[in-house]
């Protein structure tokens, strides 16, 4: 609709990319939610909080975050305590975007056994992940293979 407004000669255009687009996506996010149906009640933690969406769509039990503070690293005690509760809770997964500390995220799974998940958290993030297909099909795709599951098709 802004584009409209800016270019009227355009409006169709715009219209007919649109609904391509969306029927694009939404034969994505059909495929993509027999995927995540494997992860639903995984418990998981995040490096940072921004991760909810995520688990609305995958079905994954984020129950705490290595950054105890946005933007304040996680001290030794936060983390000592983490590790504690993500082994009393059967916490096996972490996510980690892309540009977050690896070596706390890699201490916290040695101390628990839990398994990385590297995500980007935007377009062009990680390699091949030019377009928004792309970038979540990859992200999904590092999660289900750090949590042991394979892609339903």
Not at 30 to 56: C, E, F, I, P
Not at 119 to 137: D, S
């Amino acid at each position: 609709a802004g584009l409209a407004r800016l270019d009227p000669e355009g409006k169709a255009a715009y219209e007919a990319n649109l609904k391509v687009f969306l029927a694009e996506l939404d034969a994505k996010l059909a495929l993509w939610r027999r995927w995540v149906t494997a992860l639903k009640g995984m418990k998981a933690v995040s490096y940072h909080k921004d991760v909810a969406y995520l688990g609305r769509f995958t079905g994954l039990d984020f129950v705490d975050t290595i950054e105890n503070k946005p933007g304040v690293p996680p001290t030794p005690t936060h983390l000592e305590k983490l590790a504690k509760e993500m082994k009393a809770r059967g916490v096996t997964l972490i996510v980690r975007e892309q540009h977050f500390d690896a070596k706390t995220c890699d201490w916290l799974a040695e101390k628990t056994g839990a398994k990385v998940a590297v995500i980007g958290i935007m377009a062009n993030a990680l390699p091949g992940t030019e377009t928004f297909e792309k970038f979540a099909e990859i992200n999904l795709r590092a999660i289900l293979k750090a949590a042991g599951k394979e892609p339903q098709r």
